[in-house]
């Protein structure tokens, strides 16, 4: 009788470890199915933003160039990506000065005219700006104006 009750006991232990071991393989499966859904889902085959020359070209909707300084790349760059534009940038070599050309798709040119137009006010605010040296300067030529205080630091002995 109590070899009976043993095996069985025995027997529902791994019945019940079989199920858990099913449920746990059942689950990692189904999050790896999940997992995989999700990544295909993400994978966009459209790259946005800044990107080569060459890739530009290969979405096949016209391009279209502008040239843009040396001076403040990065912040057009900033401006182009806000716009959404998708956009190449290439560094003219041939030129001393080396100047900048930016690409764009050819449809995106409404939101490049905002986009020249916001980084030709900041570059236009920069260049308007007075120069922090010229302040320092004028300071410094104020305070070497002014009279200097002669103060007494001469201690008494007290006790």
Do not use: C, W
Not at 101 to 116: G, I, L, P, S
Not at 140 to 151: G, L, V
């Amino acid at each position: 009788m109590q070899e009976e009750i043993e095996e069985k006991t025995v027997r529902l232990a791994i019945s019940g470890t079989r199920l858990t071991a099913r449920a746990i393989v059942s689950a990692i499966r189904a999050y790896l199915r999940h997992r995989a859904n999700r990544n295909l889902a993400s994978i966009d085959e459209h790259i946005q933003g800044k990107q080569s020359i060459d890739e530009l070209v290969k979405q096949n909707q016209g391009v279209s160039s502008m040239v843009v300084g040396d001076a403040g790349i990065r912040d057009f760059e900033k401006i182009a990506k806000k716009y959404g534009v998708d956009f190449a940038i290439m560094k003219d070599k041939s030129e001393k000065p080396a100047v900048y050309t930016a690409f764009f798709k050819a449809r995106d040119t409404d939101a490049m005219e905002a986009v020249v137009n916001e980084y030709s006010k900041k570059m236009m605010k920069i260049k308007t700006r007075p120069s922090v040296i010229a302040k320092l300067k004028h300071f410094i030529d104020i305070a070497k104006n002014q009279p200097m205080k002669n103060r007494n630091r001469a201690q008494e002995m007290t006790r």
